[in-house]
Structure formats: structure tokens, C-alpha cells
């Protein structure tokens, strides 16, 4: 082969890429909700009560310039309402956030008196300022400077849960952080930004998620989940697909199972695994791991393998589940 036919073979395989992937803009992506176990196992508790955690924390703000101006307001933010370690309105939020998520969740009766175990615990938050800046030099004569303000908030939630007695049922710690930017090409700007948002509200944020997070430690919960369905050259995937893209799973179970019989392999196999998906989705979980296992043998694709294996795991989640429940009859 010549380099100019190497050179038009490569072209090609470049462009039949471009397609390919340009294609993949059109996957089928639906959503399940997902029934997960707790990590911690609290055996027989169906009651419980929650104690108000401590709360300790500290507040970085940016202090770079105007050193002693900013320490004052800082000072006197900080001290005089917002941030000491006794600051009662953060506890009184943690406290009335958690038992609300906990509620939510209906796994536990919450009680305010006696219970079958005891939720209490830590709080320790950050909020951390960090300014940076970088040179321009396409700007316009004067703002040559670009800053950019970084806010970081973390939350930590350590918690111990404790039965009648004072045993200790299980204990662990939770962590949320997010971050916050503000750019100007002007300092003072920036951080006059910063200023106009409450520190207060974003440590609550950051508590509050930390909360949700505990609940899952301890408690059966829900999470919303993707699963990328397989497709092939056909209108029956393409209805099937959207069908299910739609909620109508009814319609497209019809639709693949259609495609079951196709003398198209590739979508055959697209059947079989998408088949997997909707028993998944109305929680047959054995028929749905019979399916991936077929769909792995069929293709050596690893994906379905993972599939097949995500499924053993859900199962065993469920064999917990049900255990732990026949505790609490």
C-alpha cells in the first residue's frame, strides 16, 4: 500500500470515528430509583432519638489587604453572632435539619423520649478564603488583572448511635465540602461580593447535606439512578428506546421483545440487555441478573459483566434489608 492510499484509509477511519461518536449523542439514558441498604447494620431499632450534637468550627475569611480592617469585621462577625464553637443557632439548625431528613426517611420513629437507640454526635465545620489572581494581557489598559476569590466550606458530622443500655450500636463520621468562586478583574470588587452572601447560610448547606448523608449511613434510602440503554440499526430499538425515555416501559418491553427474534445479533443482544434494565426497574432482580450474564456471554462485553456484578450487589443489599426487618417485627 502506497502512502497515499495509507493516507485516504486513515482519512476514513478518521471520519467513520467522528460519525461514530457523533452518534453518541443520541444514547438512551433512563432514570431508576433505586432502593439502597444503610452501611451501618442498627439491628432491631425502630425507635429512636436524637440528641443536639456540639458544634465547633472555624471562619477563614480573606484577610489579604486591609489587614486590620478586615480582622475587625471578621472579629466582630464572627465572635458576636455567627461563628464561636457555642453558637446555639447552628446547633438548633443541625438538630431541627437532621430530625426532619430522619422523618423524611421513615425508616425510624423519632421519639423524644424513650428509645430504642441514641443518636448523638459532633459537628465540625470550615470555611476557608483563598484569593487568587492572574495576568490578562488581551484586557483593556487598567484591568490587566483578573482575581478570583475561592470560598470552601466543609461540614463533618461525627456520630455515634447507642442502644438502651449505652452500648454503642455503631459509630462513623460524614463530609461534605463544595466551593464558591467570584472573579473580577477588580480586588475590591470581589471581595465586596463575597461579603454580600451570608457565610452562615452556606455553613447550614453544607450541615444540612451532611446530614442527608448521615441518614443514608443508618437508614434504607432511595437514590436515583442512570442507566444507558443499548440500541441497534432498527425502528423497534428506536421506538423501545424512546418509550422507555418517556416512562412508558410497558410499551417498551413490547418493542424488544420484538427484537428478541431479529437475525440481527447486535440487536438481539441490545433486546436482552435492555429487557435486563426493566426487570431491574420493577425490582426482579434475579430475571434481570439471568439477563446481563446472557448478555456478557453473548458478547464478552465488559460492561455487561459490571451490570451482571451491580446486580449481585443490589441482591445481597436486599438479603440485609430483609434480615434486618424481620429484627424489628
Given at each position: ?8 484509509t486513515l482519512l476514513k477511519a478518521t471520519l467513520l470515528a ?122 483593556e489598559e487598567g484591568k490587566r488583572m483578573t482575581y478570583t ?113 431479529s437475525g440481527d445479533a447486535q440487536c438481539r443482544h441490545a ?59
Amino acid at each position: 500500500m502506497n502512502m497515499q492510499d495509507t493516507m485516504s484509509t486513515l482519512l476514513k477511519a478518521t471520519l467513520l470515528a467522528v460519525l461514530f461518536f457523533g452518534l453518541g449523542g443520541c444514547t438512551s439514558v433512563v432514570k431508576l430509583n433505586v432502593k439502597h441498604a444503610p452501611e451501618m447494620d442498627m439491628g432491631p431499632t425502630r425507635t429512636l432519638s436524637v440528641a443536639r450534637f456540639t458544634v465547633s468550627g472555624q471562619v477563614n475569611l480573606d484577610v489579604a489587604n486591609d489587614r486590620d480592617a478586615w480582622s475587625n469585621l471578621v472579629k466582630n462577625a464572627v465572635v458576636g453572632s455567627f461563628a464561636a464553637p457555642s453558637d446555639v443557632s447552628v446547633q438548633e439548625n443541625q438538630y431541627s435539619s437532621l430530625v426532619d431528613a430522619l422523618t423524611r426517611n421513615g425508616y425510624y420513629q423519632i421519639s423524644t423520649g424513650m428509645a430504642d437507640a441514641k443518636l448523638s454526635g459532633h459537628v465540625d465545620y470550615r470555611v476557608d478564603d483563598s484569593l487568587s489572581s492572574q495576568e490578562n494581557k488581551k484586557a483593556e489598559e487598567g484591568k490587566r488583572m483578573t482575581y478570583t476569590l475561592t470560598r470552601t466550606v466543609e461540614a463533618t458530622l461525627h456520630f455515634l448511635v447507642t442502644d438502651q443500655r449505652g452500648m454503642v450500636l455503631g459509630n462513623s463520621q460524614v463530609k461534605h465540602a463544595s466551593e464558591k468562586k467570584w472573579t473580577d478583574d477588580s480586588e475590591k470588587e470581589v471581595r465586596e461580593r463575597a461579603q454580600q452572601l451570608s457565610v452562615s447560610s452556606y455553613v447550614m448547606d453544607e450541615i444540612s447535606a451532611a446530614n442527608a448523608l448521615l441518614v443514608k449511613k443508618i437508614a434504607p434510602h432511595y437514590v436515583m439512578e442512570s442507566r444507558v440503554l443499548e440500541d441497534c440499526d432498527s425502528e423497534q430499538s428506536k421506538q423501545g428506546n424512546k418509550a422507555a425515555e418517556n416512562g412508558d416501559w410497558l410499551a417498551a418491553a413490547s418493542h424488544w421483545q420484538a427484537m428478541s427474534s431479529s437475525g440481527d445479533a447486535q440487536c438481539r443482544h441490545a433486546a436482552e440487555y435492555n429487557l435486563g434494565v426493566f426487570d431491574e426497574s420493577e425490582g426482579r432482580l434475579g430475571e434481570a441478573l439471568m439477563r446481563f450474564e446472557n448478555a456478557f456471554a453473548f458478547t464478552r462485553n465488559a460492561k455487561f459483566s459490571a451490570d451482571a456484578e451491580r446486580i449481585r450487589q443490589r441482591m445481597r443489599e436486599e438479603e440485609r434489608m430483609k434480615q434486618n426487618e424481620a429484627k424489628r417485627q
